[in-house]
């Protein structure tokens, strides 16, 4: 069992930055990959980047490409999503999630979720 809490989120203006940060439980969590998701209000929910249980294999979905970095410490049990050059459509409730393998989360979807956090952009 994985445990899964986010934080970092808010409200930030447009062009601004912000970095999330999803805490795991448990003594398997350098075992697993991790994924960011996030859904907007009225939208489906959008799998934002991955990354692999070592680190060493990172995909980004193509809107956030070149603004958007996440990254792991597997000492800290922690993933984290850095978040720049922030847009109004990056609004959301990010989610932070866990799976035995990237492509698992991919087409399968995760093993275990956080509750998620508020990005807020505004113009």
């Known amino acids: 069992q994985v445990q899964l809490v986010e934080s970092g989120g808010g409200l930030v203006q447009a062009g601004g930055s912000l970095r999330l940060s999803c805490a795991a439980s448990g003594r398997t969590f350098s075992s697993y990959a991790m994924g960011w998701f996030r859904q907007a209000p009225g939208k489906e929910r959008e799998l934002v980047a991955t990354i692999s249980s070592g680190g060493g294999s990172i995909n980004y979905a193509d809107s956030v490409k070149g603004r958007f970095t996440i990254s792991r410490d597997n000492a800290k049990n922690t993933v984290y999503l850095q978040m720049n050059s922030l847009k109004p459509e990056d609004t959301a409730v990010y989610y932070c999630?866990?799976?035995?393998?990237?492509?698992?989360?991919?087409?399968?979807?995760?093993?275990?979720w956080g509750q998620g956090t508020q990005v807020t952009v505004s113009s």
């Open positions: 999630a866990a799976g035995r393998r990237t492509i698992l989360i991919v087409t399968a979807g995760p093993d275990y």
